[in-house]
């Protein structure tokens, strides 16, 4: 059997890997995919702690990671056609109009 | 319900307390009625108003005299609480009237001269503008005098006290475009201030002391304590007290603004800087009666203040030119034989001439505002002369007040000037200096006022001529006052015949009961002096004083006019000295204003508010966030990536922190 430490460290790298290309990555489209990289990170911590510690609340919580996910990814896709459209880019640096 | 009331049937107590409501209200009614609607009221309405609401209090207050003598178990005090006013603490204070032979006094004459200015100035204001304010004033006035008055406590009292400060404030100002005239009243206000100062520390004391402010309980308290006993404390709060008094009424040192004061209409000097307000520090005193009884060192001081007030600013009368100023140094004079009076433990006298006065000296103002009148307001004296065959009932009138106040015999105010001598001189605290002080005062008093009659009603006419074929003897709104006020001035002083004349001084015996405790206590302090005049003698030096004084304006200001400018001329530094007050107003301006005026200007304006409010507080509080603000805005990039490393970077601080909390 798969001790939980590997779990874990898998989860680490797949988070640490979704955090990089959030930061440095231009794309949008490819941090969006960065975030739900790293939301699934966080799922699988939960569901390797719920195994080990044989209870279901892990796998709630997943649940509604899971949900939540799906209404981001629906507003944000949403969101980036907006900006395609209105900037003909999808170089996230140009998306800086807030910046006094 | 105070002891002594308690076998009297109910309804008598129903009818004086409704019936002292009845006298206190109907001014604040006034005032309020002419302060809100009076602009659109006419002249005639608001007279109607103004001099109604006087008229009122007056005939309430007689009822409530009249009501109030047929009490059975008399003399006892008449208190009656209405509701709670203040509840913190064990210090309790209701709206509560307190109303004995003192208050009665009081309330008829305060009325009494109210009631009768006001007519007059039915007449005297017609032409003068802001004729509602002026009624709302007065009417407010003379509320806050009454409740002054008739209080029961000393917080009560308090609020009488300030309200009549500020509508002599008001009044002052009333012809508020004039700037020498807001000036005095912000002068006369914050003088004034000063005193009540005193008067607050002083009632707090007695709180501290007596746990009451209540009139009857601290009176009964202090009335139970041997002589000697809380010493102290009685007599820092007499002398508190006194502060108060001094500056309401007045006395040296503050008596500075009274003079001033006639920058006022001049029914409000006679009203206010003459009849009423400026002797509340005499009734205060005499009021408190027994606790200056138990402190006769400060009953001394208030004696010595009194006297020096008096002959001091007798000395300045001397050689005023303005009427008016001259009548108010005369009033500050007068205020001196009061506490004179009381000083000397007689305060039943200081009281009989607080009452004879008020007649006599508001008719010596309310008859110069009659010359006033004719002259166009011209009130300098040197300018007069001859007035008597113009101003024929003014210029009666003002003999009478002045043979009053000269203390010539059978006119009110030899009658109480006397008993107030008499008890300088013989009573159980008196002093011989005060009785010769207080005569040689006399003597001056008879001088100057018989000065001001022969420059403005006798001899030969200095009146400018184009002034002179104007002048008229004032309309009978303003003449029938004065007629009746001439009339109080003989009269006021036979409620009083003197011993020197087997009489049996029947207002004093009258007041007695009030003042009984603190005679009583009086008696066991230690006798001074022995007593080597009698009363005739010292009637005969008083009449001698008068006579002498009389005598010798005559003489320089009839017969030979030359002689007063001679004089001058040879004591030039004296004279000088006296027309210019003693300099105490430069005096007072050089030690207090200038410095404060330095100091506010230097300091508290251009360091503190300019520097320290506005720029380091005001501006700097904006200059210092903007600065923050521009270096915190660096952060907000716009950069989405920058933003998640920031959070990122937030996110492993805190795991660290919580990783080396908890290790």
């Known amino acids: 059997m798969v001790p939980l430490s590997h779990y874990l460290a898998l989860s680490v790298i797949l988070f640490i890997i979704g955090a990089a290309g959030f930061i440095f990555r231009r794309n949008i489209i490819t941090v969006f995919m960065c975030i739900e990289l790293m939301l699934n990170a966080v799922n699988l911590a939960f569901m390797a702690f719920s195994r080990f510690l044989g209870n279901l609340d892990g796998q709630i919580f997943v649940f509604f990671v899971i949900v939540v996910a799906a209404a981001e990814a629906a507003v944000g896709l949403a969101v980036i056609i907006a900006l395609h459209r209105n900037r003909e880019s999808l170089n996230i640096e140009d998306v800086d109009s807030m910046k006094m | ?663």
């Open chain 2, 1 to 663: 319900m105070r002891p002594g009331g308690r076998d009297v049937s109910h309804d008598t107590f129903m009818k004086l307390e409704i019936l002292l409501l009845l006298m206190v209200l109907p001014p604040l009614a006034g005032a309020a009625l002419n302060g809100i609607l009076g602009r659109r009221f006419s002249q005639a309405t608001v007279s109607l108003i103004g001099c109604g609401a006087a008229g009122l209090s007056m005939v309430f207050a007689l009822l409530s005299a009249w009501v109030y003598s047929q009490l059975p178990g008399l003399p006892e005090p008449f208190f009656h609480p209405y509701f709670t006013w203040i509840q913190a603490g064990t210090l309790h204070a209701e709206y509560a009237f307190y109303y004995d032979r003192l208050t009665l006094v009081m309330t008829l004459t305060v009325t009494v001269v109210a009631f009768l200015i006001h007519l007059y100035s039915r007449g005297y204001m017609e032409h003068e503008g802001g004729y509602y304010r002026f009624f709302t004033y007065m009417n407010l006035f003379l509320f806050m005098m009454l409740t002054l008055v008739t209080a029961a406590n000393y917080p009560l009292m308090f609020v009488g006290w300030e309200g009549v400060g500020l509508c002599s404030y008001l009044l002052i100002g009333f012809y508020f475009k004039r700037k020498s005239a807001s000036d005095a009243g912000k002068k006369a206000f914050i003088v004034t201030r000063i005193g009540d100062a005193g008067f607050t520390v002083g009632v707090a004391l007695l709180f501290w002391t007596f746990h009451s402010l209540d009139f009857q309980t601290v009176f009964d308290r202090v009335a139970a304590l041997r002589q000697g006993q809380f010493e102290s404390e009685l007599m820092a709060a007499g002398l508190l007290l006194f502060l108060g008094a001094v500056g309401k009424s007045a006395q040296l040192p503050l008596y500075v603004w009274l003079p001033d004061a006639m920058e006022g209409p001049t029914p409000v000097s006679a009203l206010i800087h003459a009849a009423t307000m400026v002797t509340a520090g005499v009734y205060l005193v005499a009021r408190s009666s027994i606790i200056y009884a138990h402190a006769p060192s400060a009953l001394a001081v208030v004696g010595a203040v009194g006297c020096l007030t008096a002959f001091y600013a007798a000395t300045i009368a001397l050689t005023q030119n303005d009427l008016k100023r001259m009548l108010a140094y005369s009033t500050i004079s007068q205020l001196g034989y009061m506490f004179l009076g009381c000083g000397a433990g007689v305060f039943a006298a200081g009281i009989f001439h607080l009452m004879t006065h008020a007649f006599f000296k508001s008719l010596l103002f309310l008859a110069a505002g009659s010359v006033m009148h004719a002259m166009g307001g011209e009130l300098d004296m040197r300018k007069m002369g001859g007035l008597r065959h113009k101003l024929k009932i003014t210029h009666a009138t003002f003999l009478i007040a002045t043979l009053a106040i000269s203390g010539v015999p059978m006119f009110s105010g030899f009658f109480s000037k006397d008993e107030i001598l008499a008890g300088a001189y013989e009573s159980w605290v008196g002093r011989p200096w005060l009785y010769w002080l207080g005569t040689a005062t006399a003597g001056l008093t008879a001088f100057y006022m018989f000065r001001s009659v022969c420059l403005t009603f006798w001899g030969k006419s200095r009146v400018d001529p184009g002034t002179e074929h104007h002048l008229h003897e004032s309309g009978s709104k303003m003449t029938v006052p004065l007629i009746v006020l001439a009339f109080f001035s003989v009269v006021a002083g036979y409620v009083s015949w003197p011993r020197a004349w087997h009489g049996s001084e029947a207002f004093d015996r009258f007041l007695e009961p009030v003042f009984a405790p603190a005679t009583k206590a009086l008696l066991e302090t230690p006798y001074s002096h022995p007593v080597s005049l009698g009363p005739g003698a010292l009637m005969g030096f008083s009449i001698l004083a008068a006579a002498i004084g009389i005598g010798i304006a005559l003489w320089w200001y009839l017969k030979s006019t030359e002689i007063p400018d001679q004089l001058a001329e040879r004591y030039a530094e004296v004279y000088t000295i006296l027309t210019h007050k003693y300099y105490v107003d430069e005096f007072y301006n050089w030690l207090i204003v200038r410095p404060l005026c330095i100091v506010s200007e230097k300091f508290l304006w251009r360091v503190v508010d300019v520097e320290v409010i506005d720029h380091i507080m005001v501006d700097g509080t904006g200059e210092e966030t903007a600065r923050v603000g521009d270096f915190l805005r660096r952060i907000q990039s716009g950069n989405i990536p920058s933003y998640a490393a920031w959070v990122l970077l937030g996110g492993v601080l805190w795991l660290l922190y919580i990783f080396t909390a908890h290790a």
